[in-house]
């Protein structure tokens, strides 16, 4: 079972950047799909944002041209650039991954889970 560590949340600014970082325990490349997913108070878990095996991405509407998920191989990582943040992008945000997703914004077609990293945007 792969393990997931989140980390680079924190307090910013509304048009401020943030870089979250999610560190996988196992090889990831052509083996698991992987996405971010936030949940703010109140609010049901939403998917951010997505990438295939072969490194197709998808993206909410809420975040497009604003966020950009990547992920580097060689380090087992996933990341999320965060750009022009608001204060609606508050929220815990999770890692999560699986090696089957037919719908890569859903978050019960993901089976494995980071323990998430909280961000904060003020106005």
């Known amino acids: 079972q792969v393990q997931l560590v989140e980390s680079g949340g924190g307090s910013v600014q509304a048009g401020g950047s943030l870089r979250l970082s999610c560190a996988a325990s196992?090889?990831?490349?052509?083996?698991?799909?992987m996405g971010w997913f936030r949940q703010a108070p109140g609010k049901e878990r939403e998917g951010v944002a997505a990438i295939s095996r072969t490194g197709g991405t998808s993206y909410a509407d809420s975040v497009k041209g604003r966020f950009t998920i990547s992920k580097d191989n060689a380090k087992n990582t996933l990341y999320l650039q965060m750009n022009s943040l608001k204060p609606e992008d508050t929220g815990m945000y999770y890692c999560?991954?699986?090696?089957?997703?037919?719908?890569?914004?859903?978050?019960?077609?993901?089976?494995?889970w980071g323990q998430g990293t909280q961000v904060t945007v003020s106005s």
């Open positions: 196992e090889y990831i490349d052509s083996r698991y799909c």
């Open positions: 999560a991954a699986d090696t089957t997703v037919s719908y890569p914004l859903r978050h019960q077609q993901y089976t494995y």
